[in-house]
């Protein structure tokens, strides 16, 4: 009877033994494999770059972590990129905060025509205002990085050479830019980007307002044949990277220190890369016979000068949420001015 019950004990101590060692240990989880949404084609050079984050992901939690790129809206529609990472449906997403009117009403401030000259002096404003500010708008998410493109500017099929020429042309914009091609006198299309290649070839708009990699990286130079190069009253937009915080706060501290540092490095990586695209896109619009027009100082002036109610829109409305508007507005004015 002893001997029964001490060989019975043994495989208890055995079996638990076994047991022990298949369960996993806290911080040596098995492979997390995330999903990763963004509108941009698989062909474009973010589409390439977010692609080359994942596998730098990969690389420093040494395969405890990987992820999967969904390029061109295939697991979430542009505009529902950020709701779609807060409910689940992505891990991780890409998206234009302009596509959700309203949704981000402190970081808009970077979205004001304040006269961009680069896609890297753009990105490192965002970022600037973000940690100035820390808006709430962020909260229910975990924010890998934020980036923004070079100056948008206007391209048409017809030649815009002064303000005037730009009447009765529907262009098209993101909503939040709506009142700024109304004042310029034009007809604002409030379209995502993925949309603006049927409207331009359907007639239903006569071009857009963006920056000029978008006529290589989107193929727009196939129907766009001028650019106007109004830099003084351009402005530039948001992009948010940002994760699923159940997602975040589930992975182990070191993966996620890992990812954080992958995070700095792709904020530069990122800001380089909107403006060698918009090299390519002005290179690749010339080669293909369109012509670039360039404003004259006093006409460039006289843009901006109208645009200028855009600014005390955002204030007002924003100001009227509770918010530093006049504090956020004068931080991207007063950086701009020390960072050309």
């Known amino acids: 009877m002893r001997r029964n019950r001490f060989l019975a004990l043994v495989c208890l101590c ?8 298949a369960v996993p240990k806290p911080g040596h989880c098995q492979t997390v494999t995330l999903t990763y949404s963004t509108f941009f084609p698989a062909t474009h050079m973010h589409a390439k770059l977010s692609d ?14 990987k992820v999967t790129l969904f390029p061109g809206g295939t697991l979430t529609p542009p505009a529902q990129c950020y ?12 998206g234009v905060m302009a596509y959700t009117t309203g949704r981000f009403p402190l970081i808009e401030a970077i979205e004001l025509p304040l006269g961009y000259t680069s896609g890297r002096q753009a990105t490192r404003l965002i970022n600037a205002v973000y940690e100035k ?5 962020f909260d229910d998410v975990k924010v890998m990085y934020l980036h923004a493109h070079g100056p948008a500017i206007i391209h048409t099929k017809t030649p815009v050479e002064k303000m005037e020429d730009l009447k009765g042309l529907k262009l098209r914009c993101p909503g939040t830019l709506a009142r700024y091609i109304t004042l310029l006198g034009g007809t604002p299309v409030a379209r995502p980007q993925t949309e603006t290649y049927d409207l331009l070839q359907k ?18 130079a196939e129907l766009i044949k001028f650019t106007t190069e109004n830099y003084a009253s351009s402005y530039s937009l ?8 159940k997602k975040w706060d589930a992975l182990p501290k070191e993966a996620q220190q890992a990812i954080e540092a992958i995070n700095k490095e792709w904020i530069e990586k990122t800001a380089l890369a909107w403006d060698e695209i918009d090299k390519e896109g002005r290179e ?23 645009v200028l109610p855009v600014l ?6 924003t100001k009227a949420k509770g918010l530093p508007a006049e504090e956020a507005l004068k931080f991207c004015q007063e950086w701009l001015s020390k960072n050309k």
């Open 238 to 245: 948001g992009f948010f990277v940002v994760m699923n915080k």
């Open 284 to 306: 690749y619009t010339l080669s293909r016979g369109n012509k670039i027009i360039k404003l004259s100082p006093e006409e460039d002036a006289r843009w901006a000068k109208t």
């Open 14 to 21: 055995f079996f638990c033994a076994l047991v022990a060692t």
């Open 83 to 94: 709701d779609g990472v807060v409910k689940g449906i992505s891990d991780i997403g890409m």
């Open 52 to 65: 080359a984050w994942g596998k730098e992901v990969e690389k420093r939690t040494n395969g405890k972590v």
């Open 203 to 220: 007639g239903a708009a006569d071009g857009l307002s963006g920056p000029i990699e978008v006529l290589k990286g989107w193929k727009f």
């Open 312 to 317: 005390d829109d955002y204030v007002t409305r």
């Open 133 to 137: 500010f820390k808006p709430k708008e």
